[in-house]
């Protein structure tokens, strides 16, 4: 291998890895306010999910902070694992939630916190809408 050929390969992928590098910058949360109107919405059957920020942070590997107005008798999916952490907060309404074995009843200013992997799930049995609020993360 020639000299000028090895050293395009190694700009070649010093060029590569800068571009990558600045992806991962941009892919950052920025700090900021995001209005319940610039939330992306994504109307589903069981209720209207919104993501207010998703990425990574300069502590996280991954930051989701978002809604849901769960409509009555619905639940977004069957209990659950993930490997993030997760935060729920009840604003709105009431729910059943599943939660290490154990189902339990949630309302207005109910804060709950689901380990990494644990299982967990949310039902609204009640005849109105509930909304809850949500922050799941991922260390690096």
Same mark, same amino acid.
Request: glycine residues 10%; proline residues 6%; hydrophobic residues 40%.
């Given at each position: ?5 090895? #050293? ?5 992928? /010093? ?10 910058? %941009?892919? *950052?949360? &920025?700090d900021g306010v995001v209005a319940k109107e610039k939330a992306k919405l ?10 207010? #920020? ?5 502590? /996280? ?10 409509? %009555?008798? *619905?639940? &977004? ?26 189902v339990m009843t949630v309302g207005p200013g109910d804060v709950l916190y689901v380990g ?25």
């Amino acid at each position: 291998m020639s000299a000028s050929i090895h #050293r395009r390969t190694i700009l070649q992928t /010093l060029a590569a890895g800068l571009a990558l590098a600045a992806r991962s910058e %941009a892919a *950052q949360i &920025p700090d900021g306010v995001v209005a319940k109107e610039k939330a992306k919405l994504d109307a589903q059957p069981f209720g209207d999910l919104r993501v207010y #920020r998703e990425g990574n942070t300069e502590q /996280l590997k991954g930051l989701t902070v978002g809604s849901l107005e769960l409509k %009555a008798g *619905q639940s &977004p999916h069957p209990p659950h694992t993930h490997p993030e952490e997760e935060v729920l907060i009840i604003t709105d309404g009431h729910a059943e939630v599943s939660l290490g074995g154990k189902v339990m009843t949630v309302g207005p200013g109910d804060v709950l916190y689901v380990g990494s992997n644990h299982l967990h799930g949310i039902v609204n049995k009640s005849p109105a809408p509930m909304t809850f609020y949500y922050v799941k993360w991922l260390g690096k």
